[in-house]
């Protein structure tokens, strides 16, 4: 069986096509934005165009551009190709491409938010989430975050930094290529993005709600 994988919920841009468990085709570019613009192409210069009976697609939280741009990709390919749509948590991936480094290790994962906040989360030796996973300002994180001996994303370094003490950081992006790392049971059919904090615009009138 062959599966897709997208991820564009960050400034990292990458799909994979697996044959079973083997990658046969893959790209990973950080691109910042142009989400829109690269990803569709990414996936037509896979092996038969990408085409699978299964696609694996982050639903954030990340940038709400980029997750509604992979989103809107994964369901239109799944309609076309009649195929299982399944979302993950970015953050999961995260935890789980650190625990694939350094064994069956818990992890806090803590990605760039906006605002100048981190999207930060705990993962156990299992790489199943303990807790939600928020926004909050730097020292918040660190303060409610900081008991985990590894921490993993692209704020990694500075979540080791700002906690003052032996915590090993690991500087990494989401990479479509170690999707099936992540735990089956985080696997789900519900295709809402998870944005982690509100819009940062709303309708007039509307309620904004934290997510």
Known sequence: MRTLAIDSATEACSVALFEDDAVIGHSHEIIGRGHAERLVPAIAALPGKGRAERILI???PGSFTG???????????????????????TLALVAAMARHMRGAVTVTACMNGGHGEWFVGDFDADGLAQGETLSLPPAQAVQQHGRQGI?????????????????????????????????????????????????????????????
Do not use: C, M
């Not at 190709?81 to 993950?88: H, T």
């Not at 032996?166 to 696997?187: G, M, N, T």
């Open 67 to 89: 997750v509604r741009i992979g989103l809107a990709a994964a369901r239109a390919l799944g309609l076309a190709w009649a195929a299982e749509v399944r979302g993950y948590p």
């Open 58 to 60: 982050s639903l954030g």
């Open 151 to 211: 921490v993993a994303g692209n704020r990694a370094a500075e979540f080791a930094a700002l906690a003052g003490k032996a915590v090993e950081a690991i500087d990494l992006l989401p990479d479509a290529r170690h999707a099936l790392l992540v735990p089956p049971a985080l696997l789900t059919p519900d295709l809402a993005p998870l944005y982690g904090r509100a819009p940062d615009a709303a309708l007039p009138g509307a309620a904004v709600v934290r997510q």
